[in-house]
């Protein structure tokens, strides 16, 4: 299943050259940086980071990933995504323990 661990209320409105950013800091010194230069004018309004978790809930592997689209034309697997917040107590903590990382 995926689950969503940030949704945000944000709605941004991209345009070519625009980028998308995804950046690991190790103890605050190093980095490790993705871009992608965005080539298509945009209007986003559904951004979350999810990750994907056995039914039990717990996660495999240590990994994030992230959905930039329109809400109104989410593809299936993003429509049947569940909040973290709305799992199950058992399965919300054995997420929680698995993924390996502090939720805000």
């Given at each position: ?28 010194t190093e ?19 999810f990750r ?53």
């Amino acid at each position: 299943m995926i689950v969503i661990t940030n949704l945000s209320e944000r709605v941004y409105h991209t345009l070519p050259g625009d980028v998308f950013c995804l950046k690991v800091t190790s103890n605050g010194t190093e980095e490790s940086v993705i871009e992608e230069t965005i080539t298509q004018t945009r209007t986003l309004d559904f951004i979350c980071s999810f990750r994907f978790a056995a039914d039990d809930g717990t996660v495999q592997g240590f990994h994030l990933s992230g959905f930039f689209g329109d809400k109104n034309n989410l593809p299936d697997e993003m429509k049947n995504a569940v909040m973290m917040d709305d799992l199950p107590p058992d399965k919300k903590k054995r997420f929680t323990e698995s993924a390996g990382i502090k939720f805000k």
